[in-house]
């Protein structure tokens, strides 16, 4: 990690000297040159999970060639829990620090959160810090959350679905895990991601681990249409720990072990929204609006 960072610093060193130089590459706008993108999620120890925002990292790359695109995790226990393990993370802080550092003027900073919740929050808080005094950025923009408009809900819902295995029969339920929030005007998104998302599929629900709708809430709607078989698929960045045990786990409060006792089958699907493409280019089309925010 370290020598990536220094890699990179290298490479941004590079187009700085190529910029005030004859031979400045052709078709690289000017602002180009010192933007840099920050892509942020609360953070996972999981490789597997790992490897999922990887591919987040991938796409962003392909879709703005020649930005350098940087990590930072929220999470300081996923960031301490990594640190042992000789990998290291930055906060937005940190990160956001370096590049300043680094002579970057505009950076784009992308969430990877569900909702607009407490965690959004705070990463806004430490993006502001960066917007006035010495240790501000020329332009500094905060992506949206996935879910911040009807018509991103609108496509978070057909990509959740999308990601639906094929052997999914038309009587067997999918419930989707999301995270929930104490922030109650965010967890709200959830009860709102429900509706559409029943417009699409009527044996599609949602439930959330820390806010509502809860489990209970999604069985009772399963005995109403007397569900045999539900499939179990989080809607969160990565199937980390909430994904693995509390949906998954064997334990008798886990998601999976209940519906066992309510008399359905669960089939749970290990795979985070980081994963699934179509969810990920609702956060980079998030990302394209805030970059084009900066030009402006
Ligand atoms: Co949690």
Redesign the pocket.
Known sequence: MVSRIVASSIVVGMIAFNASSEEKPKNTPHSLRKQAILLVA?GTSHPDAIKALDNVLEKTKKRFPGIPVRWAYTSSFIRKKLAKKGQMLDSPTLALAKLLDEGFTQVAVQSLHTIPGIEFDDLKAEVEKFTQGPASFKNIELGSALLSNYENMRRAVEGMLAAVPSERQKNEAIIFMG?GSEHHYADLMYVAFQQVLSRHDSLAFIGT??GHPTLDDVISECRKVSVGKAWLIPFMSVAG??AKNDMAGEEPDSWASQLKKAGITPAPVLKGTADNDKIVDIWLDNLSAAMKKMDE
Do not use: G, I, K, T
């Open positions: 609360f995270h681990v820390e720990d909430h």
